[in-house]
């Protein structure tokens, strides 16, 4: 009998990231998950200033999914005209449908709140965002008021929303909030602060909430 397939997601980066700096940042959930899920990191679209710091070689710009002002994004900011996510959004669908299949997304920070989006969209029916569920590691739900109709009403889609007790970035209750956007979501805390953890605690809830959706044997 074929051994299930692994399930495929699609990873989102945070703010000041990329996709390779996504991929380095989660050797150690790849390696958790080898087997088991494998991750697929795409770039936001909207490229950032870059600064000496961020990266010398400049041939990997850091990348934001949506800014809430000119080239700048705070997260608890309730932007009057955010710009950008639009066009992250058809990212997101192009990718799932040039790379995919996808069983499911991975987001962090920004990324996670975008996943978060994509989630709504699709609990309405978007044909776009052919996806089961989404992991959210340090979600926050957007502030600003055109963003408002994604919360409106229960977002019925599954999410294991992992939360960091001392983030200092993205804090607890705003990704404690953004749980409470959906039906019924997984919600794990670790006691460290803004990565994606991957301790044995924090392995056995991936496995296990990733295990819900594990394609059939031979499939």
Not at 67 to 77: H, I, K, L, R, V
Not at 89 to 98: G, P, Q, R, T
Not at 126 to 140: C, E, I, T
């Amino acid at each position: 009998m074929a051994e299930a397939r692994p399930l495929r997601l699609l990873a989102l980066h945070g703010y000041r990231q990329s996709a390779r700096r996504l991929r380095q940042r989660t050797g150690a959930l790849r390696k958790a998950l080898r087997g088991r899920a494998e991750l697929v990191a795409i770039d936001a679209p909207h490229p950032l200033p870059v600064g000496t710091e961020d990266d010398p070689d400049g041939d990997d710009p850091p990348r934001g999914w949506w800014f809430s002002g000119p080239g700048t994004f705070e997260a608890g900011e309730a932007a009057a005209a955010p710009a950008g996510l639009e066009e992250s959004l058809s990212a997101v669908a192009a990718a799932l449908a040039e790379h995919g299949p996808f069983d499911g997304l991975l987001g962090f920070s920004q990324g996670a709140a975008l996943a978060a989006m994509v989630c709504a969209l699709r609990a309405r029916g978007d044909p776009r965002f052919p996806v089961a569920f989404a992991v959210l590691v340090a979600g926050f739900a957007s502030r600003a008021p055109a963003h408002g109709h994604f919360y409106r009403e229960p977002i019925a889609l599954p999410t294991l929303h992992i939360v960091g007790d001392t983030d200092a970035v993205i804090a607890a209750p705003l990704s404690r909030e953004l749980a409470q956007c959906f039906v019924e979501p997984v919600v794990l805390t670790h006691p460290g602060g803004h990565f994606i953890p991957a301790a044995a605690a924090q392995k056995k809830a991936y496995l296990e909430f990733l295990e819900r959706f594990c394609p059939a044997q031979g499939q």
